[in-house]
C-alpha cells in the first residue's frame, strides 16, 4: 500500500514537472521560479545547514552535530527567555492591532467618503516612507527624561511618566510599526462586507451585536485572519523595537541571533535560534489555522 502511494505521489509530481517546463507559461515563469530558489530557498538551505555544524566552526557541515540545539534547549543557557519574550510580544501586538484596526477600518469603509477614506490611508502609509529607527528614534526623544512629554506635564505642573527603555514602551513600538500591516488587509475584509446585508440584518430585528458576530466579523474575516498573519510574523521577528525604545530592558530571540552571527561568530548557534524560531512560529500559526475553517473564512465552501 505503501509504495502504490509512493508510486502515485511520484506519478503525480512528473505530471506537476512536465507542465512546468513543457508548457509556455512554465517556460515563462522560470526566471521567477531562479529568483526564487536564489532569493529564498538556498539561503534557507544554507541556514539549515549550519544549525547542524559544530559550533563555533564557518565551513559548512564539516562536522555534523546536535549540540547548537542542546545549547538553546538547555533551561541553564536562558535562551528560553528570549523565545518568551519574542512570542508574548507577538500575541500582545497581534491582538492589540486587532482591536485597534477593526473600528478604524469600518470608519474608513463605511463613514469616510472614498476621497477623505484615501487621505486617511495615506497618512498611515505615509511613515513607512521614513527609515523605522529614525521613527523610533523620534519616540525616544519624546519620551527621554526632559524630553517633549515631560515638559509638557512639568508645564501643566506634573512630571512626566518613566516609560521609556521598558517592555511597555516595546509593545508600543511594535504597534506603532505594524499598524499598517494589520490595518489594510483588515480595510480590505470589512469592504467585502456587503451593507444591503447590515441593513436586512436590522430590518429582521437583529442587534447591532448580533449583526457584528454573525454578518461583519465572518465576511471580513479573510483581510482580518491575513493582517494578523502578517502582524504576528513580522512583530515575532523584529529587534529595533526592543533595542531602541525597550533599551533591551528584556531581550528578544532576533537580538540573540544577531549576536551569534556577529560578536559570537557563532554562526551555527545563531542558525539554530533561527531554525528553532522558524519551526516554533510555524507549528503555532499551524495550531491556530487547523482550528480554523479556512475554505469557509475564504469563501471556498458555504
Request: hydrophobic share 55%; with cysteine; charged share 15%.
Amino acid at each position: 500500500m505503501a509504495s502504490y502511494s509512493l508510486a502515485k505521489f511520484g506519478a503525480g509530481l512528473e505530471i506537476r514537472l512536465r507542465a512546468l517546463f513543457y508548457s509556455v507559461g512554465g517556460r515563462c515563469a522560470l526566471p521567477i521560479y531562479l529568483l526564487f530558489v536564489i532569493g529564498f530557498v538556498a539561503p534557507l538551505l544554507l541556514i539549515i545547514g549550519f544549525a547542524f555544524t559544530e559550533s563555533h566552526s564557518f565551513s559548512l557541515l564539516s562536522s555534523f552535530s546536535l549540540g547548537n540545539f542542546g545549547e538553546i534547549f538547555d533551561p541553564s543557557s536562558g535562551i528560553w527567555k528570549s523565545f518568551a519574550w519574542s512570542l508574548l510580544f507577538a500575541f500582545i501586538v497581534t491582538i492589540a492591532l486587532a482591536l485597534i484596526c477593526y473600528p478604524i477600518a469600518v470608519g474608513m469603509v463605511r463613514i469616510l467618503g472614498k476621497k477623505w477614506a484615501s487621505l486617511v490611508s495615506l497618512l498611515f502609509v505615509f511613515p513607512l516612507f521614513i527609515s523605522e529607527n529614525v521613527r523610533l528614534y523620534g519616540w525616544v526623544l519624546f519620551f527621554v527624561k526632559n524630553g517633549i512629554l515631560d515638559g509638557t506635564m512639568r508645564l501643566l505642573g506634573g512630571e512626566g511618566p518613566d516609560l521609556l527603555f521598558t517592555p511597555e514602551l516595546t509593545v508600543f513600538g511594535l504597534i506603532y510599526s505594524y499598524l499598517p500591516y494589520m490595518l489594510f488587509p483588515t480595510v480590505l475584509g470589512v469592504s467585502l462586507v456587503d451593507k444591503d446585508l447590515l441593513v436586512a440584518a436590522r430590518d429582521l430585528g437583529a442587534s447591532r451585536l448580533q449583526t457584528l458576530r454573525e454578518i461583519e466579523l465572518p465576511l471580513a474575516m479573510p483581510g482580518i485572519v491575513i493582517g494578523m498573519l502578517l502582524t504576528f510574523v513580522l512583530s515575532a521577528g523584529a529587534m529595533s523595537e526592543a533595542k531602541i525604545l525597550g533599551g533591551q530592558s528584556v531581550i528578544v530571540l532576533t537580538h540573540d541571533i544577531d549576536i551569534a552571527f556577529t560578536y559570537a561568530q557563532n554562526w551555527p548557534l545563531g542558525a539554530a535560534l533561527a531554525v528553532s524560531f522558524t519551526v516554533i512560529v510555524a507549528l503555532l500559526i499551524y495550531a491556530v489555522f487547523s482550528r480554523l475553517d479556512i475554505d469557509r473564512i475564504l469563501g471556498g465552501k458555504r
